[in-house]
């Protein structure tokens, strides 16, 4: 399988990067710049094609992303620190993301003659982003199946939708990702800040997997009260 993965520099896109190195035949590392406040991310999956050896498109589309208002992501609202469980992770939605992303990709695989776009959403992502659940996944094929028909024939690859953060932790040790050259925190700091929804959920990833965390928090502590009587079942 030929796929273009789209590497957003994440410890989940990157773990995926090395995954179809691994398993299948990676042609390539796609990212977008929709103007994040953690833009930096971007560094990190320019870092992971190198590393790799294949070609990192970054699709510029931050005239779109400022039309996508009231995510914290995008606008001048504060990220807010605790479990993604929490409503208020709510705020970090970009409304129709990924449709956006995954749309121009197709494309491209198709113009570029891949089979495949690898594409890293995964199970904790569901109760809040509905762009990442399984059904949307599923109609997202069947549509590109018509866009395309006759022109070309894509799948979408989205090996991780059904498992956990700690799952594609646990894989992507397997496939040697090195998690150091990986970027998570919304907020774009000189460090991860330890206390967004994104820090949260990374350190209680490597901990779930009982895998050492070598990233550097500003506070690497605050994880332990954010999950706070949250079960293993509930955060996966």
Excluded at 97 to 120: C, D, H, S
Aim: proline letters at 3%; charged letters at 20%; aromatic letters at 8%.
């Amino acid at each position: 399988m030929k796929a273009i993965v789209i590497c957003s520099g994440g410890l989940d896109s990157v773990s995926l990067a090395h995954k179809v190195a691994a398993e299948h035949q990676l042609v390539g590392l796609l990212s977008f710049d929709y103007g994040q406040r953690h833009r930096k991310e971007l560094d990190f999956a320019a870092a992971c094609a190198r590393r790799l050896g294949v070609a990192h498109q970054i699709i510029d589309i931050r005239n779109i992303g400022a039309h996508l208002t009231g995510s914290a992501l995008t606008d001048d609202i504060a990220v807010p620190d605790g479990h993604y469980a929490e409503e208020t992770m709510k705020t970090t939605i970009v409304p129709n993301r990924n449709a956006i992303m995954l749309a121009i990709a197709f494309g491209l695989a198709a113009a570029q003659q891949a089979e495949a776009v690898g594409v890293a959403v995964h199970g904790g992502d569901h109760f809040i982003y509905p762009d990442c659940r399984p059904g949307f996944i599923d109609a997202f094929q069947a549509m590109q199946d018509q866009a395309l028909d006759g022109y070309a024939s894509v799948s979408l690859y989205a090996p991780y939708v059904q498992i956990s953060k700690a799952g594609i932790v646990a894989d992507g040790a397997q496939n040697g990702t090195p998690f150091a050259e990986t970027w998570s925190c919304y907020k774009g700091g000189v460090r991860h800040c330890g206390r967004c929804g994104t820090c949260v959920e990374r350190r209680e990833a490597f901990h779930l997997a009982g895998i050492d965390d070598p990233t550097d928090y500003e506070d690497p502590d605050f994880w332990v009260v954010a999950t706070a009587g949250f079960s293993a079942e509930e955060v996966k």
